[in-house]
């Protein structure tokens, strides 16, 4: 498979009058077209802020990020935000072809990829509703559906279902694993979750406490299409929870002594 994102010795360093903290490390990694990759790793390393390099809201210290992009005439990346970042005073249907309409793109394709997502995420029947009239699963469905809609070379995704309640995770997870499965999206993922990294993910990298390094991955093998059930069933996934909860654990304990 071809490389789609290069990332090789990113550093990020913030400074704050006389003082400097180094957020990222030296951080090196490839991903290639097509593959789904979870990032974990304690609070404060460097997660979130690794990814709004990549989405251009960052400036890098050191470094070179390369994106490989196939067609010029869609964006490089969307992020979908922990934060529920969809536009209030816009509906359901016009947050999802916000970006659509900034490419200017033709009318009836604008109403087809809209229409096409907002089927796919299950908010058809409430696309003229306000977020003001959604609860918060279905403002994530309006943030996942808008992101796919805009068909970015890459997708960034910061802990998207962090806020929500278990029966609404499990459902949105599914449902991101049944439109990736089909569009075949670059995807970085951002979880605390280890369940949810393993659900998911072709692969995890680990990141050490600050300063950021990644400094383990795991290649996920489980067969797809997977249902949480039976990975958590599956003594090899199993065996990787173990694994990454002592990473964790030993990251956390490193960055408080």
Request: aromatic residues 6%; neutral net charge; proline residues 4%.
């Amino acid at each position: 498979m071809d490389t789609k994102i290069s990332i090789e010795n990113l550093t990020k360093v913030f400074y704050k009058k006389n003082a400097s903290v180094t957020a990222l490390d030296e951080v090196s990694m490839n991903i290639t077209e097509g593959e789904f990759v979870c990032i974990v790793g304690p609070s404060g390393c460097g997660k979130t802020t690794l990814l709004r390099i990549l989405a251009d809201l960052e400036t890098l210290s050191a470094g070179k990020i390369e994106i490989k992009q196939d067609k010029k005439d869609r964006p490089l990346q969307s992020m979908v935000f922990q934060e529920r970042g969809i536009i209030p005073w816009l509906t359901v249907e016009e947050n999802v072809s916000f970006g659509l309409k900034m490419r200017h793109l033709p009318i009836q394709q604008v109403k087809e990829r809209t229409d096409y997502y907002l089927q796919k995420v299950g908010l058809d029947q409430f696309k003229k509703l306000y977020p003001k009239e959604l609860s918060g699963g279905m403002k994530q469905r309006v943030s996942i559906a808008r992101a796919f809609a805009n068909d970015p070379e890459i997708l960034l995704m910061d802990e998207p279902f962090a806020a929500l309640d278990e029966q609404n995770k499990f459902i949105l997870q599914e449902e991101l694993l049944s439109i990736w499965e089909e569009t075949k999206k670059t995807v970085i993922f951002i979880t605390h979750s280890i369940d949810e990294a393993l659900l998911l993910s072709d692969r995890i990298l680990l990141m050490s406490a600050q300063p950021g390094k990644i400094i383990k991955e795991i290649k996920n093998d489980s067969p797809r299409p997977r249902k949480m059930e039976q990975m958590r069933a599956n003594q090899k996934t199993a065996e990787h929870f173990i694994e990454i909860l002592n990473h964790l654990h030993e990251e956390v304990q490193k960055s408080r002594s």
